[in-house]
Every structure is written in structure tokens, then in C-alpha cells.
């Protein structure tokens, strides 16, 4: 079985300042992991997935994460944010092979301040 | 196309009706998903179709049924629901690709039930 935290339910930023949202995996075989936004009254839009190789990933609209094995985390991080990355970000792990179940973290919202 | 698109935007509906969420892609994708999500929360996972049967059932009441017509609809029929059932209701499609599934999500039908 696979699970994922994501340690912040709220992350308040100024408007240009970089940003951080955390996410702790936890699985006994390997796993993919992915970074998913949802805007208010929208569905989940893919922002970026790590399956292998490069430990940095680069994903849409300026986001990047890194995965870190012996840390068991895949913290999302943008240098600068704009008004409009005002979402709920959520972390999710899937196991490989076929159509596995993705495990959803609880989300985290970030609030942009002007 | 590379969407994902669901019928009816929003949906009210009695204790004593009977509905029908839709939703369709026609990406090819060979697997479908039903997610319930309420307010705050991430979703959680109902039903998957893969290849058109039904491959994952959450324990869901029966009062969800969910049916897939052909690999590029897939309904979900609703009677005799209850107050908490009221959710926003996405639906996802995915691909494996190098073994990965990566999952499209709809921007789901957002139900109320009096």
C-alpha cells in the first residue's frame, strides 16, 4: 500500500516570492508520483510526474519538483508566484503496472497575496 | 481532442429522483474513473472501468451505478441519494504510457441533493 502527506493544509505567499509545498511518499515498492492543481470549481489538471531518472522534474506554468529517495519527498517549488497559482495543490503516488489506484494527499492551498 | 468532458455542469436533485452523470473522451484512453470530492477534501476513488469492465469498486452504496457503454462513455446513475452524497463528481480517463498510469480529469458535475 502507498500513502502521501502533505504536511500543509494553507501556504500564504506574497505575490513574486518563491514557494515550497510539501509532500512525504510512503510506499514498499516503487512508485510514480505526481503533482496535481485544481482550481476553484475546476477539476485536477496534471502540473508534473516523476516515473524515473532525473531526481528534478519540470512541469508546467514554472513548477518544478524533486524527488529525494532517502527523504522520501517530492516537495513542489515555483522561484516566483503570480496571482493566479491561487489553488488547492495536490500530491499523488500510484504504484506500476497497469491501471493502479492514485492516492491522493489531502491538498494544500496556496493563498498569493498581493 | 485531449479532453475529458462531463454532463451536466451542476445538478440538484431529490431525495426520490433518479439522474445520470455522463462523461466522455475520446483520447483513447482504456480506462475510466468515477471520483466523489467533497468541499476541502482530495478525491476519493469509486469506480474504475479498464477495457470497458468494471475493475475497482471503493464499497460503494449501492445507490451508485455505474455503467460503461462503450470505451468512450461512462454514465453514472444515481437514485435514492442522501443529503451528504452532494459532492462535486469528477470523472478521469488515463493511458499507460511506459507503464505509467497518468490520469485527465474532467471539471466534474457539482451535485446537490435536498
Known amino acids: 500500500a502507498q500513502s502521501v502527506t502533505q504536511l500543509d493544509s494553507q501556504v500564504p505567499v506574497f505575490e513574486e516570492a518563491p514557494v515550497e509545498l510539501r509532500c512525504n511518499y510512503s510506499s514498499s515498492v516503487s512508485v510514480y508520483l505526481f503533482w496535481y492543481v485544481q482550481y476553484p470549481n475546476q477539476g485536477l489538471q496534471l502540473l508534473l510526474k516523476?516515473?524515473?531518472?532525473?531526481?528534478l522534474v519540470k512541469g508546467i506554468n514554472g513548477f518544478e519538483a524533486e524527488f529525494n529517495k532517502s527523504q522520501t519527498s517530492f516537495h513542489l517549488r515555483k522561484p516566483s508566484v503570480h496571482i493566479s497559482d491561487t489553488a488547492e495543490y495536490f500530491c499523488a503516488v500510484s504504484g506500476s503496472g497497469g491501471y493502479q489506484k492514485v492516492t491522493f494527499g489531502t491538498g494544500t492551498k496556496l493563498q498569493v497575496i498581493p | 481532442d485531449t479532453e475529458v468532458t462531463q454532463t451536466p455542469k451542476h445538478l440538484v436533485m431529490g431525495m426520490t429522483n433518479k439522474k445520470s452523470l455522463k462523461c466522455e473522451q475520446h483520447m483513447g484512453h482504456r480506462a475510466m474513473y468515477w471520483y466523489k470530492q467533497k468541499a476541502k477534501k482530495p478525491p476519493e476513488l469509486m469506480f474504475v472501468y479498464s477495457y470497458e469492465k468494471l475493475s475497482i469498486n471503493e464499497s460503494v452504496p449501492s445507490r451508485f451505478s455505474p455503467e460503461c457503454p462503450n470505451s468512450s462513455l461512462l454514465n453514472l446513475h444515481l437514485h435514492a441519494l442522501q443529503p451528504e452524497d452532494s459532492a462535486l463528481y469528477l470523472c478521469a480517463s488515463s493511458v499507460l504510457l511506459a507503464g505509467i498510469n497518468e490520469q485527465f480529469f474532467g471539471p466534474g458535475t457539482r451535485l446537490t441533493v435536498l
Open positions: 516523476y516515473l524515473s531518472g532525473s531526481t
